[in-house]
């Protein structure tokens, strides 16, 4: 059978939402669209144009900011303020929430504009990833806190892959579909069928090995544990690639913390690994819990780890269920 939905039934279709939420909800995914194919056309040309290298400043994360880290930055959050329906915006690229004003029934939204970036120079695959929290009934005089409260309920999660072809990926947390951007007409069309991860799938291993003498012995013993089982290591260093290629054959994308920098192991400071909770962890944790899958930050599920900071970085393990069940009872066990 030949089921594609479109955006609009997509949102129709969405659990749980009011008919204010609904409009916001879409008027948002709208934006991502636009966003997404300005997006594919300007990475296109980026190497004609000189923009894939850096930028000349450093984010808020310590990391260097590539030309396209802010480009997207720029676009994502005018299509999202031209929606008219994103309270509170929070991006990688920010230290700080910004207020886009929005309108009834509006969001707060969690950004990673660019995904991947160090993937930019040689032309790799990148991604965007977007979640969307319902603003808690209380206000909160400070932003930061405003979005913390949303944080518990994260309404729809999104992301764009700009690689062989542009695809956008959504779920409201029911069900995950997929729409292919047709350069000729400027739309993403749908896919005919709902994503889940294949029951019977590949096991495909995401993992950056040469990280591993820092992790902690259980990340580590899991490692050693793949030794000579079968599996397939696949790890392109793009969040949004390795989570689709795994989504759509199976398997598991693994970026855990670091041992603490004082311990007797090789460890640095981030003992919370490098993956951002409100705008990489959080929306895969839902498209993967809606596709079958699940996510954990090591111990609990990627959902229910409190947010304590908007730029909280944690452990992340994610993809086929039964996988990430294996990781749990390997690391668990001594
Ligand atoms: P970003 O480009 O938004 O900073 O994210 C990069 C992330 C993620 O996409 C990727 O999986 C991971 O960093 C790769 O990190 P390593 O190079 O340390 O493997
Ligand atoms: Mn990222
Ligand atoms: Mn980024």
Same mark, same amino acid.
């Given at each position: ?58 984010n808020v ?12 930055q720029?676009?994502?959050t ?11 915006l929070v991006s990688e690229e920010r230290a700080d929430p910004e ?12 950004m990673?504009p ?45 992301? !764009? ?6 695809? $956008? =990926? #959504?779920?409201?947390? &029911?069900? %995950?579909?997929? *729409? ?127 947010? !304590?900071?908007i730029h909280?970085?944690?452990? $992340? =393990? #994610?993809?086929?269920? &039964?996988? %990430?069940?294996? *990781? ?7």
């Open positions: 059978m030949d089921d594609r939905v479109s955006l609009d039934d997509l949102v129709k279709g969405a659990k749980g939402l009011s008919a204010e939420e609904k409009t916001a909800a879409r008027r948002i995914l709208l934006a991502i669209s636009s966003g997404g194919r300005e997006m594919a056309q300007l990475l296109a040309t980026g190497p004609l144009r000189g923009l894939t290298g850096a930028a000349g400043a450093v994360q310590g990391e260097e900011v590539q030309a396209f880290d802010e480009i997207a720029e676009v994502f005018r299509t999202l303020r031209e929606s008219a329906s994103v309270a509170l207020s886009l004003g929005g309108g009834t029934g509006s969001f707060h939204v969690a990673d660019l995904d991947g970036s160090s993937n930019l120079a040689v032309s790799g695959p990148v991604g965007s990833i977007f979640c969307a929290y319902r603003p808690a009934p209380s206000k909160s005089a400070d932003l930061a806190p405003e979005v913390l409260a949303s944080v518990a309920a994260p309404v729809m999660a999104a992301y !764009v892959l700009y690689s062989v072809s542009t695809l $956008l =990926v #959504v779920s409201f947390g &029911s069900e %995950v579909r997929q *729409y292919a951007l047709d350069p000729s007409r400027g739309e993403f069309l749908p896919l005919p069928g709902a994503v889940r991860f294949p029951e019977k799938g590949s096991r495909m291993i995401s993992l950056n090995a040469g990280n591993a003498s820092r992790w902690r012995e259980g990340d580590q013993r899991y490692l050693r544990s793949l030794d000579g089982t079968s599996y397939t290591a696949r790890y392109v260093g793009a969040l949004v690639m390795d989570f689709h290629r795994n989504l759509l054959k199976g398997g598991l994308y693994l970026y855990p913390g670091d041992l603490p920098k004082e311990s007797k192991g090789a460890g640095t400071a981030h003992p919370e690994g490098k993956l951002r909770l409100l705008y990489e962890a959080i929306p895969m944790a839902l498209i993967a819990r809606a596709a079958g899958g699940e996510a954990v930050d090591g111990h609990r599920p990627i959902l229910e780890v409190p947010p !304590v900071h909280q970085r944690v452990p $992340l =393990v #994610v993809g086929t269920a &039964s996988l %990430v069940a294996e *990781y749990l009872r390997i690391v668990s066990s001594p």
